[in-house]
């Protein structure tokens, strides 16, 4: 059994016991996902138009951290001018517990 949710306006497809890496949330221990866009249980598929009434999705937070760091090189030719930045994304993972399907 999997679904196809919408997480801060990205799509993710999770199944029960794995987990997912989305953008930092806050720190809650526990989240609810509404937008549920599509669920499939072997060969019966829903679909939302746009979402689900009633479907959810639960899961726990395992964890905070961040990604390796991106390097962010510009430079001017013949001018003189380069700027050197970095960026770290910072990211929760969260691990699935239950897909529930309208009651």
Known sequence: M??????????FKVEEGKFIDI???????SFTFDK??????GD??????PYIEGA?????LTKNYRDKKVLVYKMRPKKG???????????????IDSITAKA
């Open 23 to 29: 953008d930092l949330q806050a720190d809650s221990e």
């Open 81 to 95: 001018t380069r700027t050197k930045q970095g960026h770290r994304q910072s990211y929760s993972r969260v691990t």
């Open 44 to 49: 019966k598929v829903e679909v939302g138009a």
């Open 36 to 41: 549920v866009l599509l669920i499939s249980d």
């Open 56 to 60: 959810s999705v639960a899961g726990t």
């Open 2 to 11: 999997y679904a196809i949710v919408e997480i801060s306006g990205k799509q």
